[in-house]
């Protein structure tokens, strides 16, 4: 999406007025002009940094060009598995961890941190900028074992967690199902083990005496640290700013409040409060640092059902007349609308069996097979009806699939469906519908172990009541390996046993937020685009990529049945939990 002052025009200040909410003390005062910054050419990590990182936890590593591939991206292999890249063109680099090997213990991220960044010359150039290690949040996580009075009952009960701060740790934990002397019971909350640390080098500004951050796609650097203090994991990219002579006036405040107005004022049906505002430099990645101010806003406030977990709002705007480059904040394409499902659906066509296929439809698919050896991976999108935010929902599931359209050297991704969605497609005709895929995304209003398919509260779905019976994946009749709920909150931090039931028929990973969410987000987007450029596992792919975004990095939240955190898209096959059951839960810890 493109924030741009000219969208106000389209809307009238009366409506707008009535319903977006601001207290003009919440901007922060800006007396003076700003310095505005030009980015350079992108900074590279040396060589002789990034191979021994690979190599502390797969081995010897040389960075290479795919074959039959004409990017300027270089991938470092373990096996056949990617575990790094280095893009030649922006300096974008990433190196993976061993995700399935990943172990909890002490680790001593300050001991970590020395001799990477912290003013190294060879990693970040000087420039007119400055910057420092801050201390990230730590993967954390638990393996829960299903208590013996567990029923997995507790839906729907409209309370939520989130400390709704910005940094933290990734967590989990795994629940199993205890021998009869156990006396755990269902909610009891096991203690988390800590598998991963992590900092990052905040880039800001100083202009007379005043500190602001630096914010946007652009100025990434963060390590994770694994036990043994080793570093195991970089996100990168970066481009030296310089001043380049030009400043920025700051508009007034009545002017900005007015812009705030018009340009959210079409999203303010049921009411939009602004909750914060804030300066910063939007890093876009391309040609600018430009001075912005940040508005964090709740929506839905005057809704008489109001559940306290409608999605928030995130908007730049410039702080001066004119905007040196767009701001955006999502990718573009075609927003294609989805598709009514049939009434009485049949297995010809639904993905769910194929056994009907006629000869020539035999004979056609063979061939195609035998052209293309890749896996396919059929690819489910369900979106809810008649909401006022549908239309953000729809351009969230086609920026979704537009990441994972072309495809990969390991899988062929399929467009199976794109329906709006009902609440029958999760239970009696599952089979039919999100069932019958490999890799599924619902873009639907949530709240705790709840998701509306209908406006923002109806055709409801509780977890687990009003799912299939035997739950989702290959052992009841379907193919769902992976499920995204792109809703704020289904997925609490805490109890794990509503979704021992989900599991049951073999899935493999289910993906969401532990508390309220942004709209206009891009995480689950870049989460598609590393499972095809990369085939990184599921679970982390999702949780890195809200990482690399401090609004979301401690709202995402992975469950998955234990030892499957590196469960890639490719592994179809349904998983057999046997006698004991045992959940694990991965999320960013903020904090202590």
């Known amino acids: 999406m493109i924030i741009l002052p000219l969208l106000g025009v389209l809307f009238s200040g009366a409506v707008a007025n009535a319903w977006v909410d601001i207290d003009p003390g919440l901007i922060p005062d800006l007396d003076e002009p700003l310095p505005l910054y030009s980015l350079g050419d992108p900074t590279f990590i040396p060589d002789q940094l990034l191979e021994p990182l690979v190599g502390g936890s797969f081995g010897p590593a040389k960075f290479t060009k795919r074959d039959n591939d004409n990017g300027n991206i270089v991938y470092a292999y373990n096996g056949s598995d990617v575990v790094g890249f280095v893009d030649k063109d922006t300096g974008e680099t990433g190196i993976f961890p061993d995700y399935a090997n990943l172990e909890p213990g002490p680790i001593d991220f300050v001991e ?161 409060k602004v909750y914060a505002i804030d300066t910063c430099y939007y890093d876009s990645g391309k040609q600018y640092l430009q001075p912005v101010y940040r508005v964090f806003a709740d929506t839905n406030v005057n809704h008489p059902n109001n559940t306290g977990v409608a999605p928030k709002l995130l908007r730049y705007f410039p702080v ?63 979106v809810v009806r008649s909401n006022f935010w549908t239309p953000d929902f729809i351009s969230n599931a086609n920026d979704f699939w537009d990441a994972l359209a072309p495809g990969g050297s390991w899988a062929k991704f399929i467009d199976a469906q794109f329906f709006w969605a009902w609440d029958w497609m999760f239970n009696i005709l599952a089979n039919f519908y999100v069932n019958s895929v490999n890799f599924a995304l619902i873009e639907v209003p949530g709240s705790p172990f709840l998701f509306s398919t209908f406006d923002s509260f109806g055709g409801l779905v509780n977890i687990p009541s009003n799912i299939i019976p035997g739950g989702f994946g290959p052992k009841n009749g379907g193919k769902l390996g992976y499920w995204i709920i792109d809703a704020s909150s289904v997925i609490p931090k805490w109890p794990i046993d509503p979704w021992f039931p989900v599991f049951c028929g073999g899935l493999h990973t289910v993906l969401g937020w532990n508390d309220v969410a942004f709209f206009s987000n891009t995480v689950v987007t870049r989460t598609a685009r590393a499972i095809r450029l990369f085939n990184k596992p599921v679970a982390p792919a999702f949780l890195d990529a809200a990482f690399t975004d401090p609004s979301h990095r401690h709202l995402a939240i992975v469950v998955f049945p234990c030892g499957h955190f590196g469960d890639k898209i490719t592994d179809l096959k349904g998983l057999n939990w046997g006698k004991h059951k045992c959940l694990s839960v991965r999320y960013w810890k903020t904090g202590p």
């Open 112 to 272: 970590a941190l020395k001799g990477f960044g912290g003013g190294h010359h060879a990693a970040i150039p000087p420039d007119d900028t400055k910057f420092e290690p801050v201390q990230g949040p730590s993967l954390v996580g638990s393996d829960v074992k299903q208590a013996v009075e567990g029923s997995g009952s507790h839906e729907g009960s409209g309370s939520h967690e989130g400390s709704g701060s910005h940094g933290g740790s990734l967590g989990g934990t795994d629940v199993t199902r205890p021998s009869p002397n156990v006396t755990r019971r269902w909610n009891d909350q096991p203690a988390e083990a800590t598998y991963l640390a992590t900092g990052y080098i905040q880039r800001y500004v100083e202009c007379k005496g005043r500190k602001f951050p630096v914010c946007g796609p652009g100025s990434r650097a963060s390590i994770g640290v694994g036990v043994g203090n080793r570093v195991v994991s970089l996100d990168w990219f970066w481009k030296p700013a310089k001043k380049n002579g030009k400043w920025v006036k700051p508009i007034d405040k009545h002017r900005l409040i007015e812009l705030i107005k018009k340009i959210l004022g079409h999203k303010a049906k049921y009411g939009i």
């Open 320 to 382: 001066g007349d004119d905007h040196f480059e767009p701001i955006e904040t999502k990718p573009h394409g075609e927003i294609k609308q989805p598709n009514e499902p049939p009434k009485r659906p049949t297995s010809e066509g639904s993905g769910s069996s194929h056994k009907s296929r006629s000869l020539i439809d035999y004979f056609s698919a063979r061939s195609l097979f035998q052209r293309d050896f890749r896996p396919r991976i059929t690819v489910g999108r369900y």
